[in-house]
Each structure stands twice: as structure tokens, then as C-alpha cells.
């Protein structure tokens, strides 16, 4: 399991990288074409905001991944040593039923809308919401793999594939 997490881990990583690249990208085209050019590409706005909201959803799934997404912990530190593996696991759980439910609202929303083709690039919307619902897959796998290692005993195998890890200390 400990290879297909890394493997995985480094997959979402450089599909991470790449859209942060296209998207990169394709601001620096835009904004040439906009002010040197005097020519906007209502599309490609469009797709820079797609762009911007992928990188958001796997880049969250990413910080699931790596235990940076966001949780107060200001009470569950005050907490007895005694408790803080039953809260870890309810906190799991919760966020675990959660993802469930935005799983099925997603998948719900995309049956009812998903039609709809976008104004600029003129393709269905459906293939840009799944993004929701396959986040929520994600997290929840994650989650899932945090949940399994709790009840084993064991460490969480470190994020890899980050940009943060590969870096080595001089």
C-alpha cells in the first residue's frame, strides 16, 4: 500500500504542477495578447478560470494528503494524551462522512446541470464539475489511508512528492 500511496502522492503532485503550469501560462498569453496585441479571447479567460479552480480541488486533496489542510487544534492540544487518538478518529470519520455527502450532492448537481455548456469555451459543464466529485474521492481515499494507519498503529508513510520534501537540507 506504502508504494501506491508515493506513487499516487507523486502522480496528483505533477498534475498539480502542470496545471499550476498551464495556467501560468496562459495568464502570461492572455495578458500579452490583452495589452500588447489588443486582442481578449473571451475562452481563454474562461479556461484560466478552470484552470485556477483545478488547481484549487487537487491541490486541496494534496493538503489532505500531507496533513496541511485546515484544523483547530487549539482544544484537542489541551486535551489528555488519553484522548487524542479518539478524537484523531473522530475527526477522521467526520470528514470522511462529509466527503460522502458532497460525493453524492456533486454527482446529483452534475446529473442536473451538467448539460449546460460553458459561455466561452462552449463545452458541458459536467466535464469541468467532476473536478468536485473526484476531489471528494480523493480526500476521502486519504482520509481513509490516515484512518487505517491510526487503527494499525502506524505512522502515516511522510507526503511525498511534494515540493517541500524532495528538497534536501544543505
Same mark, same amino acid.
Given at each position: 500500500?506504502?508504494?501506491?500511496l508515493?506513487?499516487?502522492?507523486?502522480?496528483?503532485?505533477?498534475w498539480c504542477?502542470?496545471?499550476?503550469g498551464a495556467?501560468?501560462?496562459a495568464?502570461?498569453?492572455?495578458?500579452?495578447?490583452?495589452?500588447v496585441l489588443?486582442?481578449?479571447?473571451i @475562452?481563454?479567460?474562461?479556461?484560466?478560470?478552470?484552470?485556477?479552480y483545478?488547481?484549487?480541488y487537487?491541490?486541496?486533496?494534496?493538503?489532505v494528503?500531507?496533513d496541511?489542510?485546515i484544523?483547530i487544534?487549539y482544544?484537542?492540544?489541551k486535551?489528555?494524551?488519553?484522548?487524542?487518538?479518539?478524537v484523531?478518529?473522530?475527526?477522521i470519520?467526520?470528514v470522511?462522512? %462529509?466527503?460522502v455527502f458532497?460525493l453524492?450532492?456533486?454527482?446529483? @448537481?452534475i446529473a442536473?446541470?451538467?448539460?449546460t455548456?460553458?459561455?466561452?469555451?462552449?463545452?458541458?459543464v459536467?466535464f %469541468?464539475?467532476?473536478?468536485f466529485p473526484?476531489?471528494a474521492?480523493?480526500?476521502?481515499f486519504?482520509?481513509?489511508?490516515?484512518?487505517?494507519?491510526l487503527?494499525?498503529?502506524?505512522?502515516?508513510p511522510?507526503?511525498?512528492?511534494?515540493a517541500e520534501?524532495?528538497?534536501q537540507p544543505?
Amino acid at each position: 500500500m506504502e508504494k501506491f500511496l508515493e506513487r499516487f502522492d507523486r502522480l496528483l503532485t505533477f498534475w498539480c504542477v502542470l496545471l499550476t503550469g498551464a495556467m501560468t501560462i496562459a495568464v502570461i498569453t492572455l495578458v500579452f495578447s490583452r495589452y500588447v496585441l489588443e486582442i481578449t479571447f473571451i @475562452w481563454a479567460e474562461e479556461s484560466i478560470s478552470v484552470l485556477f479552480y483545478a488547481t484549487t480541488y487537487f491541490g486541496a486533496a494534496l493538503g489532505v494528503r500531507c496533513d496541511e489542510h485546515i484544523r483547530i487544534d487549539y482544544f484537542t492540544s489541551k486535551m489528555p494524551p488519553s484522548l487524542e487518538r479518539p478524537v484523531k478518529v473522530l475527526q477522521i470519520v467526520v470528514v470522511i462522512l %462529509l466527503q460522502v455527502f458532497l460525493l453524492r450532492m456533486g454527482i446529483n @448537481w452534475i446529473a442536473k446541470v451538467g448539460g449546460t455548456l460553458t459561455p466561452g469555451l462552449r463545452i458541458p459543464v459536467k466535464f %469541468l464539475y467532476v473536478m468536485f466529485p473526484v476531489n471528494a474521492v480523493i480526500v476521502t481515499f486519504y482520509e481513509s489511508v490516515r484512518l487505517v494507519s491510526l487503527f494499525r498503529g502506524k505512522k502515516l508513510p511522510a507526503c511525498t512528492g511534494t515540493a517541500e520534501n524532495e528538497i534536501q537540507p544543505v
